[in-house]
């Protein structure tokens, strides 16, 4: 059974920054493309930003340069540190497996709440 834990959200005021954390169970982290993902009220979910297995990383524009995705293959976790962040990015963050082992797959978190305070 997969698992994916997100944590680390919380308020912060604008300019702050927050490292989300995503604790893998019933996956491995190293083998598979893992992103984090945010929906804000009234507004379609979004990828923030994503990591493949070989570890290639790609990022929204509106988050390059101030976010970061990260694993540690040891822990089974993935990371997002977010700095300088903005009160647009205010939004519950997702964690999402979207292949393991060359298998297409589609599991989420349980979500973590970011509020960003102006």
């Known amino acids: 059974q997969v698992q994916l834990v997100e944590s680390g959200g919380g308020l912060v005021q604008a300019g702050g920054s927050l490292r989300l954390s995503c604790a893998a169970s019933?996956?491995?982290?190293?083998?598979?493309?893992m992103g984090w993902y945010r929906q804000a009220p009234g507004k379609q979910r979004e990828s923030v930003a994503v990591i493949s297995s070989g570890g290639g990383r790609n990022y929204a524009g509106s988050v390059k340069g101030r976010f970061t995705i990260s694993r540690d293959n040891a822990k089974n976790t993935v990371y997002l540190q977010m700095n300088s962040l903005k009160p647009e990015d205010t939004a519950v963050y997702y964690c999402?497996?979207?292949?393991?082992?060359?298998?297409?797959?589609?599991?989420w978190g349980q979500g973590t709440q970011v509020t960003v305070s102006s």
């Open positions: 019933g996956v491995t982290v190293s083998i598979s493309a």
């Open positions: 999402n497996v979207g292949w393991t082992g060359g298998r297409r797959r589609d599991y």
